[in-house]
């Protein structure tokens, strides 16, 4: 599986993200569509993506019975986009259900990757709002062993993590990371941090880079300096 660089659209309107896309003239990106742009303009816009020639993970993070999600699953399948995602805390059930939704009759299917604890989650909530009594990284590698025995491709974690997991779900098991900044740029919200050039060093998959793309002053210039730390 090659590295690649994925750019967070977290924009709300197709106005913004079809600007946005234009200053790349024919590149052939790969794009992640969170809830936001989701909810905001339907499933034409990941249409329209695709029609662009662009890869698409869309980030609608699933959770709910293993029937309801399997449904959705196929209906995103249709919508062929290349990566989606699940809450692992649905449980096995729910992540085999999302796999075999996701499957079209010629056996293809869109990866799927789970999300273990939301970096929002502090130890201390899981422990007084959520009643898990375990340390919070031990929860993310049970979690993430939880997607892996349920046949799912990878998780969603920071790049600091990525080693671990792939130590205890091999090495295959793909970890798709955000959390990514320029060693001379803007931290923002963002708390645990990396540059391209360390979450390839620490053996991430797929970077998910948001700000430090959509908001550069070039944002060509930013995606090619994540394309050439992170990739080649
Ligand atoms: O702008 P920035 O590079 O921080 O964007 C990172 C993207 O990755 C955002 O879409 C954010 O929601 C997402 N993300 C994250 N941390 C997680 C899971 C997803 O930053 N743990």
């Known amino acids: 599986m090659g590295k690649d660089v994925i750019i967070a659209c977290d924009f709300s309107s197709k106005d913004e993200v079809i600007d946005f896309l234009g200053k790349f003239k024919n590149e052939k990106l790969f794009l992640k569509i969170g809830m936001e742009l989701f909810y905001a303009e339907g499933p034409e816009i990941v249409r329209d993506i695709k029609r662009m020639g662009h890869k698409i993970f869309l980030d609608l993070k699933l959770h709910d019975i293993p029937n309801t999600v399997k449904k959705a699953m196929a209906v995103l399948s249709n919508l062929d986009v290349d990566m989606c995602n699940v809450h692992a805390a649905g449980a096995g059930g729910m992540m085999q259900a ?25 130890e201390e909530v899981m422990r007084q709002e959520l009643w898990i009594d375990k340390p919070i990284d031990e929860t993310v590698m049970h979690y993430a062993k939880n997607a892996r025995n349920a046949g799912l491709d990878g998780v969603v974690c920071s790049p600091l993590e990525a080693g671990k997991v792939h130590e205890v779900c091999g090495e295959k098991f793909l970890t798709i990371t955000p959390g ?21 060093e620490l053996g991430s998959d797929y970077i998910v880079v948001g700000r430090p793309i959509t908001q550069a002053e070039d944002p060509v210039a930013a995606y090619r300096r994540c394309v050439e730390e992170f990739v080649e």
């Open 98 to 122: 999302a796999l075999e939704g996701l499957t079209r009759p010629d056996g293809t299917r869109p990866l799927l990757i789970a999300v273990t604890q939301l970096t929002s989650t502090s």
């Open 180 to 200: 990514v900044r320029f060693a001379d740029g803007d931290v923002g919200d963002q708390k645990r941090v990396t540059t391209p050039e360390k979450a390839k």
